[in-house]
């Protein structure tokens, strides 16, 4: 399948620091790659450059074939995109922001048709400055469509929405890869980014550090799928001496990891024949989140210094 | 460039425009009370005597001197002494900062003796209507007492001493509120666009509404020309309320002709420009309203919007000739007061070639996206 968005040794350097570092993925045509990293990792950067909006130090970068930065006018007439917090025309309602949209890239949208893909009939004729947060992101959705693009840039479409909305966001998406266009989702969300992307890529101090499919990044950089029991610490000394298997303690837990499925009947086993009183067990696998988090930390931390873009 | 793209952003000003009460009333209101303010307090009274220039050319003559010494006697007006020459009594009272002057002719004794008719001929300054009144109100007030106490003796009451009506120092013949409105309009072709501009280019980068522009096919020429397209309209709308008001209101009486309008799509389309430019300099909305007034208020006050620049010392006349708004202002005084296309033409095309270089300064360096 063609790439939709080629970047190689991509790298945004503020004077001595790198917001992005020598950077390189590609996404293909037609799939959800959801950009993930911390705050101030270089998502915003690199997407920018994407876009066009922003000139990259070196490296080459290429969206529909095209260089993005001595491209742009060529390139905008192809992709779709919504910031991090949409901003329009305070007295313009979203029907007139279609229309007029529609006027600037010369197609003729049926503002009832987008307003309905996002679910914002019912404020059709509401100016943008009496729109909730959610409402003005649907808005900027459906402007984002008006030149029936064929990538579309989300740059965390879903920050601050409430569940519901969240929701009609997420379903949007999915339309628009059945719709066989390529989306690039940037999101705080690795929920998100597990349900709604394809291939996945994790930046950290502007570095790549990974990147695949969801189960490749859990399987690669994950734990082993374990058994967690309610029981004290001694069941966990008593599995370790007794069956050569990793087990640990976390607040009245004993995580007992599992090298292949097959192991779960001789744990189980061993655990009733330890006398060791227990309450109940559970399996657990890594999510991408869980992975996310030991590979750069809580969400707020790494990022850049302040007042650099990132 | 695409006239379809400037229609359809044109269209999202104006409705913004439409729906925003304050701008509303800023642009409409705003110059019926301007035109209110000023022609109330310049054609009103005030208090003190005003300084007559007085050129007596019957050389102290019992009765030109009995006359001066009531004129004196009124409190009107201050009597001054001055010797010009006659031709050019008008423009160096001008010169010399009176607002009204007074020529009692030769023979001035000997006509009131005999009994024949004569002229005093009084000069005022249409721009100070205040003085002009209270000058008139005195020379005439006196010239009537003279005429009924020294003419009506003989049986006859024709009077002898005659106040034609005044003539304008530098020879111009309109009142102060003519010269308002021209003023006054420049003065909204100056504010309404570089205030908006300014404010509009820094907040507009920094909410990132240009981000979100330059994603679409819209160009920045298109951008600008669309906001020039808006203040053109909104300046015909405004000249239209001012000449309106000024002529239901005070009686103001200007011509309006053709060549009006090239002022009013030059200039708005020079200060769109130029609020453009000073907006782009700016790095914050607080740093771009401070640029916004650096520009617009010393080019507000010097450039003839209130007073004429001629009435300016020396020193401040040559700043307003470099300031733009004056050539606007200068401009459709020769058109709608005095007729001169020659001058007319000169001062259009001096705004013409600043408008399309700042035009394209502002195209230059205005950017919608982030170049660092």
Redesign the interface.
Known sequence: MASAIEVRGLTKR?GSLYAVDHIGFSVEAGTVYAFLGPNGAGKTTTT?IL?????CTEGDVRVLGLDPWKQ??AL??R?G?I?Q????????TPV?GIL??G????THPDPEVLLGRVDLQDKANS?FDTLSGGQKQKLGLALALTNNPEVCFLDEPTTGLDPQARRSIWEVIRTLKREGRTVFLTTHYLEEAELLADQVGIIHHGKIIASGTPEEIIRAHGRAQRLVFTAPPALADHLRATLDVVAETHDGRVEVSLSSPRDAARILSAVDASGIPWEGFVTRSDTLEDVFVRLVGPMDEGALKPGV?A | MKA??I???L??VV??YL??PVALFFSLIFPIILIALFGLIFAGGSGGAVSLAVENLDHNSPASVAYLAALNNTSLVQVTIVDYSVPSFSAQLGDNGYSVGLIIPAGFQADLTNRTPVNLTLFTNPENAAAAGQAEGAVTGVASYFNLRAVCEGGSCAPVIQVPPPKNIGSQIYTYIDYLIPGLIGFSILTSPMFSMVDIASSYRK???F??L?????TKSEWLLSRISWYVLLTFVTAGIMIGAGAGLFGAHVQITLGLIPFLVVGPFLFVSLGMLAGTVAKTPESAALIGNIITFPMMFLSGTFFAVSLFPPGLQLVAHVLPLYYVIDGMDQVMLFSNTTRALTDVGVVAILAVIIFALAVRFFQW????
């Open positions: 503020y920018e876009e066009g909006l922003r000139r742009g006018y905008h007439q992709i995109v910031p917090d949409f901003r329009f025309f305070d007295k313009i007139e007029y949209y006027s600037l890239f010369g100016r873009p | 379809s793209r229609g359809a952003d269209k999202i409705r913004s729906r925003n909410e990132g509404i981000r979100e330059s994603l679409t096919p819209l996206r982030d170049v660092a």
